[in-house]
């Protein structure tokens, strides 16, 4: 029997010293409390109580667990309350690794999305390279991990969603020498410098082989990686670095959307299949998941699943030119 009601069964006699009245008043038959009080006692080896024709009586043993009895049962009553709160997200705290750019776009509004739906949350998000999300995770310093490469189901520690694979696209500033070829491949795309976050993964794989280089480790196992001319951790940066150089600069439409628009960088349109990569969300499989680290999983999912929701417009658009 749960030990937290044999004492509040303890307390409702001592306060009733009388056996009906006090199982009336925490809704109990009087059989049942008289078996609890009996398990008590036995349960600590001593008698608790002194029954005789006027009641119950508390005897020493009974009147130190009653002291006792009441800050226990403040102090559980004060933990139900706080993991209560911790379940409804009226408190808690979370902390996310993600990629640069992922930070940047798809974290960035989930993380919006929380806060507003739950204000009381507190929440840290780190942007950092994808090795180092990974290693962040698999140490305990990140609840959950957001980065791209797809090459986390071979961390057998890890549970993994995938997302949306998003395609990569390449921005330089206008007036670079590029854009005055037509669609120059990926090859000749990185004989100019690159610059962005250190790569992971299958990102990795397409641009070793298309510098020539070996990539055998892929075959053992590993995850390849590669380390671009520039390297920096912020979009920001990237952009800026971009924007006043002949320094490509990779990302997902999303993420460079603005700067296009805007004219402060051109897409450069590349020869050959477009180049995809593949996101996840993943936290150690021997941790379980706490409900802040749950909703933030599903909203991101959520998100996810918006950002990436074909435009009617568009379709219909896109369907018209087909047809013409």
Known sequence: MDQVFLLQQAQALARHRNFARAAASINLSQPSLTRGIASLEASLGVRLFERDRRGATPTAFGRVLLERAESLLRAHADLRRELQLLAGLERGSLSIGAGPYLAESLVAETVARMVSAHPQLTLECIAAPPNDVVAGV?????????????????????VVQDLTPLAVVFGCRPGHPLLRERRPTLARLLQFPLVT???????????????????????????????????????????????????????????????????????????????????????????????????????????DAQMHKPRPKLARAAKSARRS
Do not use: K, M, W
């Open 197 to 303: 976050t250190r790569l992971r993964g299958s990102d990795a794989l397409s641009a070793l082989r298309a510098r020539g280089l070996p990539a055998d480790r892929r075959r053992r196992g590993e995850s390849p990686d590669f380390s671009p001319n520039i390297l920096v951790n912020s979009l920001g940066v990237a952009r800026r670095i971009a924007r006043g150089s002949d320094a490509i600069i990779p990302g997902f439409g999303a993420t460079l959307a603005e700067d296009f628009e805007a004219g402060r960088l051109v897409r450069i349109e590349i020869a050959g299949r477009a180049t995809e990569t593949q996101q996840a969300v993943f936290h150690r499989r021997d941790r379980p998941l706490a409900p802040a680290a749950a909703a933030f999983i599903d909203t991101l999912r959520t998100v």
């Open 138 to 158: 698999r140490a305990g310093n990140f609840d959950i991990g957001v980065a791209g490469g797809g090459d986390y189901h071979y961390e057998a520690d890890f």
